[in-house]
């Protein structure tokens, strides 16, 4: 008797869709995905929807709006593990900049009395339990594929917590803060990009979030011997995962309000 396929579903929530892209981006590591899971609800690759329940369930966006919250309790109902990939899904993401100011609505919709939408944009697992959280802005191909292979051998992901320093030195990149001294981000970011920025002699942006135990603090104050203003140092922790905690801790911390 055949077993069936494990069941995959992919969800969209408050995003740009470039989590989800990175999956189809895959290409020919896409094929043999499909021939170890079945995609059962994938709308950004297929119109064809299998109902639920569904064995993994990988979940791009932030939660916006009242109705994003319900929704994604259901989700999280009809799937056996949830995994949320990306910045938006993990932190917020960008639009979790609203976070931190007023109303914006008045300024940009001439009837905003009709926009329904929660004052904050929030991470899934601030609503559900994720079983595991992929990080990046995009998330990273090699990094979606290793936890794709986990679930199908019945393992723990193999995604470190190291920072991006690691990628520059396995890479033989030399240190942009060093060698440059161009403020970076990368000794409090985690790895999973393959150190793109530094490889063309940019600082990091800090596009995949606070690597584990990040030292914020020091990192801030080095920038500051390199010339950073507190204005720059606010600006460089609010970006892609401004919400993060250590992140949104060390901006408050630089705040020239």
């Not at 740009?16 to 981006?25: H, I, M, P, R, V």
Request: net charge neutral; with cysteine.
């Amino acid at each position: 008797m055949t077993t069936p396929k494990p069941t995959l579903a992919v969800w969209k929530f408050a995003s740009c869709d470039g989590c989800q892209l990175t999956l189809l981006n895959c290409e020919d590591e896409l094929l043999q995905i499909a021939g170890q899971l079945q995609i059962a609800n994938f709308p950004e690759a297929s119109s064809q929807v299998i109902e639920g329940p569904y064995d993994v369930s990988l979940v791009e966006g932030s939660i916006t709006t009242p109705g994003d919250a319900e929704r994604i309790r259901r989700v999280r109902r009809q799937s056996r593990i949830l995994i949320t990939i990306g910045a938006c899904a993990t932190s917020g993401g960008i639009q979790a900049l609203r976070n931190f100011s007023g109303d914006l609505a008045p300024l940009v919709y001439a009837s905003p009395q009709y926009i329904d939408s929660l004052r904050t944009s929030t991470a899934i697992a601030e609503h559900v339990q994720a079983d595991f959280e992929l990080r990046g802005c995009p998330i990273g191909k090699h990094q979606l594929l290793e936890v794709i292979a986990a679930l199908l051998s019945h393992r723990r992901p193999n995604v470190r917590g190291h920072s991006v320093c690691i990628e520059c030195k396995r890479a033989g990149l030399s240190c942009v803060m060093v060698a440059h001294g161009t403020p970076c981000l990368g000794p409090v970011t985690q790895a999973g990009c393959g150190a793109i920025c530094p490889a063309y002699h940019r600082g990091c942006y800090g596009c995949f979030g606070p690597m584990e135990t990040p030292n914020t603090k020091a990192l801030a104050a080095r920038w500051r011997e390199l010339g950073a203003t507190d204005q720059a140092v606010h600006r460089a922790f609010r970006t892609f995962t401004a919400a993060a905690e250590p992140f949104r801790k060390e901006a408050d911390a630089h705040d020239a309000r």
